[in-house]
Each structure stands twice: as structure tokens, then as C-alpha cells.
């Protein structure tokens, strides 16, 4: 069982926060409201605040207090064009490499998100879509590659919340279709079709930010 410092804790309580939303993007954080909110003394909160303004979650400017990062329409973009070129190299060699306990692991993904949009869970499916996309990564065994994948991942993961906001159900019924056609190019060792599957998928996250 893995024991965590009241800091650790602390930390990936309000990134989780963070990650889903919960609050407002650009909107401003108390330290002594968000201690009462996750019931921890201010010590902790404030460690942990620190170490998500250092990783870019929070943006503390002096004498006028901290606020919720906001992804601009040009940054997203950015970390879209970034991902799309480190996915398509991911995938390839991910094709090249692929167990057969690892297109299971894959295909188990699937499975969990389809439940999980059954169930109108979509902070699950938001939290298996970036599994899908790591575990591709995790394939390819490029240690690099799977660290700058994860550099960015947080990121994606407040992105995709941002684009699923609105529709919810109808977005991640695409999702999962196109993680379907990524798979099936997998398991077919379809290189080009795999690329292409993961150019739809990127292009398709634009089109729902309004990103062209």
C-alpha cells in the first residue's frame, strides 16, 4: 500500500482538481478556502501549491494571488501539433513491437471506456483516452519518447476536458470510434492506416476547440 506525505497528497488531490476542471480556468485560488476544502492544514496546500505553479497548473503572480492556468486557443494548438508528431513516430513503433498481451491491454481500454460511456462517466473516459494514448507510448519502449508524451499529457488531459465540456456524450461515442480504427491499424500492422487513424483523431480535437 503506498503511504503518501500529507504534501504528495495534498498535490494530487487539487491537480486532479485541476485536471477535471473543477475550477474555473484563469479564476483565483485561496489557499485557506482550498485547505478547508480537501480538509488539510495550510502547510501542505501551500508545498503542493508551489510545486503546481513550478509545473505551469497554477500561475501565482505576487500581490495579487493565485490563479487557474488557462490554456490559450494558440497553446493548445501547439501541444496538438507536438503530440501528433510524437504519436505518429509512438505508433509506429508500437506496430513494430506490439505483444499480443499488449494489443489485450489495449483492447481491456477500450472495453473500460465503452462502460464508462455507458455509465455517462465521462471523467473516466477523459482519464482512459489519455491510457489509450500513454500506453501506445509505453509500447514503443523509447524512454524519450514516453517522457515527452507524458511532459504533455497533463495538459491534453485539462484540453480534452475543455473540448467535452459541451456534448459530452455524442464526443466520446467519436472517441471511442477512432480508438477503434487506431487499434484495428494496430492490429492489422497498417502503418499508414495507423498514422492517418491518429491525424483523424488530432484533427477531430481541433474541429470540437474551434483550432484550424
Not at 103 to 121: C, Q
Request: hydrophobic share 40%.
Amino acid at each position: 500500500m503506498e503511504h503518501l506525505s500529507l504534501k504528495e497528497s495534498a498535490y494530487r488531490i487539487i491537480k486532479e482538481k485541476l485536471l477535471n476542471l473543477e475550477f474555473e480556468p484563469g479564476s483565483r485560488i485561496r489557499e485557506d478556502l482550498l485547505a478547508q476544502e480537501i480538509s488539510m492544514s495550510r502547510t501542505p496546500v501551500r508545498e503542493a501549491v508551489n510545486q503546481l505553479s513550478a509545473e505551469g497548473f497554477l500561475n501565482n503572480i505576487p500581490r495579487k494571488g493565485i490563479f487557474v492556468m488557462q490554456l490559450t486557443s494558440q497553446e493548445i494548438s501547439d501541444f496538438l501539433d507536438i503530440r501528433e508528431a510524437l504519436e505518429t513516430l509512438a505508433i509506429e513503433n508500437c506496430i513494430r513491437k506490439i505483444k499480443e498481451e499488449q494489443l489485450k491491454l489495449l483492447d481491456s481500454i477500450l472495453s473500460e471506456f465503452e462502460t464508462a460511456l455507458a455509465k455517462d462517466n465521462y471523467k473516466k473516459c477523459n482519464m482512459l483516452d489519455s491510457k489509450f494514448h500513454l500506453e501506445i507510448a509505453n509500447v514503443s519502449n523509447n524512454k524519450k519518447l514516453i517522457e515527452f508524451l507524458g511532459e504533455i499529457e497533463d495538459f491534453m488531459h485539462i484540453a480534452r476536458a475543455i473540448e467535452k465540456k459541451a456534448q459530452p456524450k455524442e464526443k466520446n461515442i467519436l472517441t471511442l470510434q477512432e480508438h477503434k480504427a487506431i487499434l484495428n491499424a494496430i492490429q492489422n500492422k497498417d502503418v499508414q492506416g495507423a498514422r492517418d487513424a491518429i491525424k483523424v483523431n488530432i484533427k477531430t480535437m481541433k474541429e470540437n476547440l474551434g483550432i484550424y
